[in-house]
């Protein structure tokens, strides 16, 4: 269920993006992702997140530590946005949120 208003996820500062992503859930999360990346010029939604899932689940096995790496990889994908806006910034937060997700329940149907 959305409950988060799109509008104010994409107005409100930065530092307060993080408590408003914690409320949402997988569904969310995409919503909203989705709606942000469909108006960008470059790769779908769908090869974003797939890009954004290999830096997050490299092979080699090693996990980033850095979130600059998420953001650097999101700028790369749509390099046509101005980089004085943090609109790539919210879009990655809110993909690495479901990725979370996603990663999480495939570790919970691995212990099952």
């Known amino acids: ?19 408003l992503t914690a ?4 569904e969310g999360c995409a919503y909203h992702a989705r ?4 108006g960008l010029p470059g ?5 974003y997140i797939a890009e954004l899932f ?13 979130a600059d790496l998420y953001c650097s990889k ?5 390099p046509t946005v101005r980089s004085d806006s943090d609109l790539l910034s919210r879009l990655a937060i809110l993909s690495l949120r479901l990725i979370q997700f ?8 691995d212990k099952e």
């Open 1 to 19: 269920m959305i409950t988060t208003d799109h509008a104010k996820l994409l107005s409100c500062r930065i530092e307060e993006l993080g408590s």
């Open 54 to 66: 290999k830096v997050a689940m490299p092979l080699s096995g090693e996990t980033p530590c850095s």
């Open 74 to 78: 999101t700028r790369l994908l749509y």
């Open 102 to 109: 996603q990663i999480e329940k495939r570790l919970q149907s």
């Open 23 to 26: 409320s949402l859930d997988s």
């Open 43 to 47: 790769p779908t939604y769908e090869q």
């Open 35 to 38: 709606l942000i990346a469909d």
